[in-house]
């Protein structure tokens, strides 16, 4: 989100380099964690005034948006008007799980660098209620992203694939637009992201890609948005 790119001489810059961040970590080294753990965390983000949370998991196991996660989520957007841009999965086609089912969320699928649906993208509709999402994608494969020091391997990238790398494109933009427009609360950052994107429903239906693919530059400059 808010690399500056500076192992890479600026070849490899977040997408909003001057966001302010809080660092949470919520799950253990293997990736797992307690719906406390990551509750704990959603809360404090959401009352140490982060405007934007973005949350790169999920559990697939778990689609009714009923669950604690889901229900979190959504408790926390109305109470703090914070936007949690949230992974949609990698089921492979299969439902997205909580948290990205929250409607409040913003539920990001991920498209590849040519536009086409990564076939690792939970789709939609929702269990149960038949809703839409997910709500927009991003670029989710064969993303350069910064290589923790206690991970294997060498050097300060790693490339990745996934809806957990398409998210944070999400978050960096709503951190552009929370720039623009200060006193937008979370849902209409949320409104000006899923009005303004490319449209892929040529090739796509609504369920496997939401409104189409972000469009950092278009949602900067548009003036007419729609509710999804």
Request: hydrophobic fraction near 40%; proline fraction near 4%.
């Amino acid at each position: 989100i808010a690399g500056t790119g500076a192992a890479s001489n600026g070849d490899n810059t977040g997408v909003a380099p001057a966001a302010d961040l809080l660092i949470g970590k919520v799950l253990n080294d293997n990736g797992y964690g307690y719906d406390s753990w990551i509750i704990a965390g959603m809360q404090w983000a959401a009352e140490s005034g982060a405007d934007i949370i973005n949350m790169s998991l999920g559990d697939p196991s778990r689609t009714d948006g009923l669950d604690p996660l889901t229900l979190a989520v959504d408790t926390l957007s109305a109470q703090h008007d914070t936007l949690f841009v949230i992974a949609a999965g990698n089921n492979y086609g299969g439902l997205i799980g909580t948290p990205g089912t929250a409607a409040s969320a913003l539920t990001v699928g991920a498209v590849d660098k040519q536009d086409q649906l990564a076939d690792f993208s939970s789709v939609g509709p929702l269990a149960g209620t038949g809703a839409l999402k997910p709500d927009l994608t991003a670029p989710g494969v064969a993303i350069n992203a910064a290589r923790s020091q206690h991970s294997t391997g060498d050097g300060m990238y790693q490339s990745k694939d996934g809806t957990s790398m398409a998210t944070p494109h999400v978050a960096g933009a709503a951190a552009i637009l929370t720039q623009q427009h200060p006193n937008w609360t979370g849902q209409q950052l949320k409104t000006a992201l899923t009005s303004s994107t490319q449209a892929l429903s040529d090739t796509y239906s609504a369920y496997q890609v939401g409104t189409g693919r972000l469009d950092i530059a278009a949602a900067v400059n548009t003036t007419v948005r729609a509710t999804g």
